[in-house]
């Protein structure tokens, strides 16, 4: 099917709201092409402005990449210095695209952590792109789904202790809008390239009833196409939130 095709076969009024997505697979695209690991990185920021637009097109409301990992910290120097530099690079670079095609940038994960150059770029961006009303185009950056519940338990503990939480009043609710994604519905849809299949601490509270969808294509390989296979995908599942499939039908 051509790109077009896969664009027609989907059904606007049931898009996911909420995609999320982990970029994997640079590094070995980059060893497939006789070339060092950072080339992957930089290459995977052509797929990052592909991914976005379709989105933003298709009328997705929250795109989440996971940019970012806290264990990405035990990377090589070398490679940590060129990710934070890039960082920097594609949010400078990328505004004029995010204005064009009114995407508003987010972030997600212990910024605090980041290298200053990165959080000032970083908050740039987000302050330069905060009136767009399209797509939300969610960076996951220093991010680790463990820290980010073990900093909600804390944050709770405290209130409780302080007697301005009972504890009945802990629930669901209570618990999702107490984490980084306070303001982001759950997402509905993951994408992992490169054929691992694992979640690499991304999302565990948020990931509770999505969808998976894994493909081998490594992540600068991924364009408009991928992502449109991937929705078309996703809208072929029947889910049932532990009913029966006579029930949802
Ligand atoms: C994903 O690609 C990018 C980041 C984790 C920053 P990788 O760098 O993990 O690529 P592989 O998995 O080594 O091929
Ligand atoms: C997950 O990819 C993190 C990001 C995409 C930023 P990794 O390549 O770091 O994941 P693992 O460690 O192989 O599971
Ligand atoms: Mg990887």
Redesign the pocket.
Known sequence: MSASDLLNSIDKSRLPQHVAV???GNGRWAKQHGKARVFGHTNGVNSVRQVSEAAAELGIKYLTL????T??WNRPKFEVEALMLLLVDTINKEIATMMKNNISLKAIGNLDGLPSASRKALEKGIEETSNNTGLSMVLALNYSGREEITTMVKKIAIAVKEEKLQLSEINDDLISTSLYTHDIPDPELLIRTSG?H?V?NFLLWQMAYTEFYFTPVMWPDFGKEQFYLAINDYQNRERRFGKTSEQVK
């Open positions: 982990i970029m994997d996971y940019a970012f990992s264990e990405n691992e694992r690499s």
